[in-house]
């Protein structure tokens, strides 16, 4: 019977139990502990987890720590245990004036989820400093070294993502000792033109955290989990077409469509302040959902999927959840388009 509390395990905040939990602290307890035959399920920061209800398995939260740096002629490398805090790691590169990672500065989560999903913001992904990630399959206790191709990293998906029997315990990144900052991103953009010197890494991470604080709720005081929708791909016709209605519309060209932003979309209908019950969305910024007063998984389900209508009945675009989405029997991707006018 579920009797662990996931409360402080998950940055929503919402009251969900599981059925046991194991704080793996290193590979050697990692490796007693597989194969791993009973139900299970990875947690990292709990930073992208939305528990709908109660889970009946063990989580295995990832706990493990430690960084190890070394260098080639052209390359800054550092392995890094799972279960480091993102931000931290971020920060600890910044101080060494290596950059690389600034524009990922104030991602909540861990180290070894950031792979998971192929995290990205203001212009950087992931993917394009991973070097290596070292994961255990729980099912059997392999233990599986993966490039970066192996991977197969897209926006806000990875080869892990669809895979969910995977621990990861190390990632390895590489970093240019050339460095260029990455300031293709509007406000980014704006702000380095009134400088006058090439930015440093740290100036980069500060101007990249004063945007994220003025734009997206803190989640140790509005419980959150980021951006609660990907931005959605659409066909070029598509997108001229809706330009045609809505030409103020952003859209941004990708190899494999239009890009449009989710979060434009959910304004347009209003949304902003939108209430459920003790979910909302944030007043700020529309592709946050937040739970405002002790939200429960009910309430947080309800919203987004009357978002997800509104979007598709006006644009006829679906929005589709970033975040992860856990039931009873473990991951699943959040069932929102099942309803009439919903097609994916």
């Known amino acids: ?76 490398y550092f392995k890094v245990a799972g279960g480091e805090n993102w931000h931290a790691f971020v920060m600890h590169c910044v101080a060494l004036n290596i950059g690389g990672l600034e524009n990922l500065a104030l991602i ?64 390895t990144f590489k970093l240019a000792k ?21 930015p440093t890494p740290q100036d980069v991470a500060e101007e990249v955290m004063r945007v ?7 989640p140790a ?29 952003p859209q941004y060209v990708m190899s494999t469509g239009i890009k449009l932003a989710a979060g434009w979309l959910i304004d347009q209908l209003g949304f902003k302040g939108k209430r459920v019950g003790g979910a909302a969305v944030h007043t700020q910024q529309a592709l946050v959902l937040v739970n405002q007063t002790k939200a429960t998984p009910k309430d947080v389900m309800n919203l987004a999927e009357e978002i997800i209508e509104s979007v598709h009945s006006t644009f006829q675009v679906t929005l589709e959840p970033e975040v992860n989405v856990i039931d009873e029997q473990g991951y699943s991707q959040l069932d929102l388009c099942h309803k009439k006018g919903c097609d994916v």
Request: net charge negative.
């Open 1 to 76: 019977m579920a009797a662990i509390s996931l409360q402080h395990l998950n940055t929503f905040k919402l009251g969900a139990f599981a059925d046991d939990l194991v704080a793996v602290t290193s590979i050697e307890q990692l490796e007693l502990l597989l194969p791993f035959t009973s139900p299970f399920l990875v947690l990292g920061g709990g930073s992208n987890m939305l528990f709908s209800e109660n889970y009946h398995g063990t989580i295995l939260a990832n706990k493990m720590q430690g960084i190890e740096q070394w260098s080639d002629d052209k390359h800054h």
């Open 108 to 171: 909540p989560g861990s180290v070894g989820a950031a792979p998971v999903q192929n995290i990205g913001a203001y212009g950087a992904e992931l993917s394009q400093v991973c070097h290596e990630v070292i994961a255990y399959d729980i099912s059997t206790g392999q233990r599986h070294v993966m490039k970066n191709s192996d991977c197969h990293f897209s926006y806000r998906e990875s080869y892990f993502k669809k895979q969910r029997q995977f621990f990861i315990t190390q990632v």
């Open 178 to 198: 050339e460095w260029q900052p990455q300031l293709s991103y509007g406000e980014l953009k704006t702000w380095s033109k009134m400088l006058s010197h090439l």
């Open 221 to 249: 005081i509005i419980p959150n989990v980021g951006s609660f929708f990907k931005n959605p791909v659409v066909s070029n016709e598509h997108a001229k077409q809706l330009k045609q209605q809505y030409p103020e519309m």
């Open 212 to 218: 994220r604080h003025h734009k997206l709720p803190d």
